[in-house]
């Protein structure tokens, strides 16, 4: 739930972040369903790292996994905006957004695999680096994907709650540093 809720937390801010000439407003439910995408995905993936063996099939269908389940992630949390028009994404951005998401996801079962046993001072920095290359990968394919994003001049959103971005996104990461 933590490792979800900390990958969950990093999209919807930055989703947050992202600055539009208009209010933007969110499905509550939809939200919700994103976060629980990231739980869920996050589950899977220690359980994969946990296991006592990670041949290269199951590091592949986990990373398969993962990837996918922190795509879905994002990008339902991205039709939670309920906008007109709809966002148009680049299929390009997209693809590359699709791809960091199973590299990062390979890298981070495999290092948490490898990393997980020991407790030396070399462990605890190698352990450090890991936790710093898979934050900049979650955010690079979370930037990518914004970047993937179009949204039409003139376009109004309906529904949904009209949210003050700052005062959220305070929440949301205090909420989220107390759980973790």
Same mark, same amino acid.
Request: proline content about 2%; overall charge positive.
């Given at each position: 739930?933590?490792? *979800?809720?900390?990958?969950?937390?990093?999209?919807?801010i930055?989703?947050?972040?992202?600055?539009?000439?208009?209010v933007?407003?969110?499905?509550?439910?939809?939200?919700?369903v994103?976060? /629980? !995408?990231?739980?869920?995905?996050? /589950?899977?993936?220690?359980?994969?790292?946990?296991?006592?063996?990670l *041949?290269?099939?199951?590091?592949?269908?986990?990373?398969?996994?993962?990837?996918? *389940?922190?795509?879905?992630?994002?990008?339902?949390?991205m039709?939670?905006?309920?906008?007109v028009?709809?966002?148009?994404?680049?299929?390009?951005?997209?693809?590359?957004?699709? !791809?960091?998401?199973?590299?990062?996801?390979?890298?981070a079962?495999?290092?948490?695999?490898?990393?997980?046993?020991?407790?030396?001072?070399?462990?605890?920095?190698?352990?450090?680096?890991?936790?710093?290359?898979?934050?900049?990968?979650?955010?690079?394919?979370?930037?990518? /994907?914004?970047?993937?994003?179009?949204?039409?001049?003139?376009?109004?959103?309906?529904?949904?709650?009209?949210?003050?971005?700052?005062?959220?996104?305070?929440?949301? /990461?205090?909420?989220? !540093?107390?759980?973790?």
């Amino acid at each position: 739930v933590a490792m *979800g809720v900390g990958i969950w937390s990093m999209h919807f801010i930055g989703m947050m972040a992202f600055s539009l000439p208009i209010v933007l407003r969110y499905n509550v439910v939809t939200t919700l369903v994103s976060m /629980g !995408v990231a739980i869920l995905t996050s /589950g899977c993936a220690i359980g994969i790292a946990g296991g006592a063996r990670l *041949g290269w099939h199951r590091l592949a269908g986990g990373a398969l996994l993962m990837g996918t *389940g922190i795509c879905t992630m994002h990008y339902s949390g991205m039709s939670a905006i309920q906008i007109v028009p709809m966002i148009v994404y680049d299929p390009v951005l997209v693809a590359a957004s699709v !791809v960091i998401s199973m590299l990062a996801s390979f890298s981070a079962l495999w290092l948490a695999f490898k990393l997980r046993a020991g407790h030396s001072w070399q462990l605890a920095v190698r352990r450090f680096s890991a936790a710093l290359v898979m934050g900049a990968a979650i955010s690079g394919m979370h930037y990518t /994907g914004m970047a993937a994003s179009r949204f039409v001049s003139g376009a109004y959103c309906v529904g949904g709650i009209p949210i003050d971005n700052q005062g959220l996104a305070l929440i949301i /990461g205090l909420i989220t !540093v107390a759980l973790l």
